[in-house]
């Protein structure tokens, strides 16, 4: 089992950053794809950014490309999403997860946080 806890959500305005935080517990961190998903009020989870072990790939959805950086951390056990740039279509909540292989599809990935309320104001 992996345990993944999010931090960092809150309420700015359109134009500021945040950096949301996801610290793993449980099984080892290193071999997991992190990922970032997303889900508005009303809206399907979609996915938003991934990174693997090595840093070599990150794949980003084309509405986030060029504002929002996904790292990762493996001795400290925790992925970051740096969001720059906000508009008010990027209030969601935002969730991490960890997958055993390359993906962008939700269904795939095995362990889920709990989620961090994102809201940008107009």
């Known amino acids: 089992q992996v345990q993944l806890v999010e931090s960092g959500g809150g309420l700015v305005q359109a134009g500021d950053s945040l950096r949301l935080s996801c610290t793993a517990s449980?099984?080892?961190?290193?071999?997991?794809?992190m990922g970032w998903f997303r889900q508005a009020p009303g809206k399907e989870r979609e996915f938003v950014a991934a990174i693997n072990w090595s840093l070599s790939d990150a794949p980003y959805a084309d509405f986030v490309k060029g504002r929002f950086t996904i790292s990762r951390d493996n001795a400290k056990n925790t992925v970051y999403l740096q969001m720059n740039s906000l508009k008010p279509e990027d209030t969601a909540v935002y969730y991490c997860?960890?997958?055993?292989?390359?993906?962008?599809?939700?269904?795939?990935?095995?362990?889920w946080g709990q989620g961090t309320q994102v809201t940008v104001s107009s």
């Open positions: 997860a960890a997958a055993p292989v390359r993906t962008t599809r939700s269904e795939e990935y095995h362990y």
């Open positions: 449980g099984r080892t961190f290193s071999p997991y794809i």
